[in-house]
């Protein structure tokens, strides 16, 4: 990681009053449950892509917290103990209206659904709930479908997708988490809080 990221993940540690843990490659199998092994497509995942497919296999199978390593300036406890006290399936922060019309001339169907969303870059969900359910087995009904060309044509470098990068690597930017995540959060708005903090986006990176 660079000085920005390493000082990202320091304030997470230092500032969210929570137990931290950074999943990477060394530790990842400690958090893989056998019966519910990676799907045999992970592999060929961007790197991208597989941290898209880790934090939804997460909220599922082992729930709690996720965050970007981006700045962290407050207390996580409160936003834990507000999801517990509830019936809610999870807690983030409302979408920035900033963000909108960069989102929306990406994917228009967004638009009239932003005032529903929570942001993908942090949140708190319990596990092995209707949505995270969904969540989880349509990313895998995805993998299954795009098998046969993750295997012709794996990702070749960490940011790759289909509709920034032609190489034939077959998943677009979005499609194994922001376009299942989003129409569910539309879906069960009722049921997801919105009253975490929007996460540091400058100097980030």
């Not at 942001?119 to 209707?130: C, E, V």
Request: glycine share 6%; with cysteine.
């Amino acid at each position: 990681m660079n000085e920005n990221r390493v000082n990202g993940l320091n304030s997470l540690i230092n500032n969210s009053q929570v137990n931290v843990i950074l999943v990477d490659n060394d530790n990842l199998a400690d958090y893989i449950l056998p019966e519910h092994p990676l799907h045999e497509g992970f592999r060929y995942l961007s790197d991208v892509h597989k941290a898209d497919y880790l934090r939804t296999y997460f909220m599922h199978h082992h729930g709690g917290g996720y965050s970007d390593i981006k700045p962290c300036a407050w207390d996580w406890n409160p936003y834990f103990d507000q999801l517990e006290s509830s019936d809610a399936f999870g807690i983030g922060a409302p979408e920035d209206e900033g963000e909108l019309s960069v989102t929306v001339k990406q994917r228009p169907w967004l638009g009239k659904y932003w005032p529903y969303l929570v942001t993908n870059d942090l949140y708190i969900f319990k596990p092995n709930t209707f949505f995270t359910k969904v969540w989880y087995e349509t990313l895998l009904g995805i993998m299954d479908s795009k098998l046969e060309s993750l295997i012709k044509s794996p990702a070749k470098h960490s940011r790759e997708a289909a509709d920034t990068v032609h190489t034939g690597y077959p998943i677009e930017w979005g499609e194994i988490l922001l376009e299942i995540f989003h129409p569910l959060c539309f879906f069960n708005s009722s049921k997801i809080l919105k009253t975490m903090p929007y996460p540091i986006t400058q100097n980030y990176r």
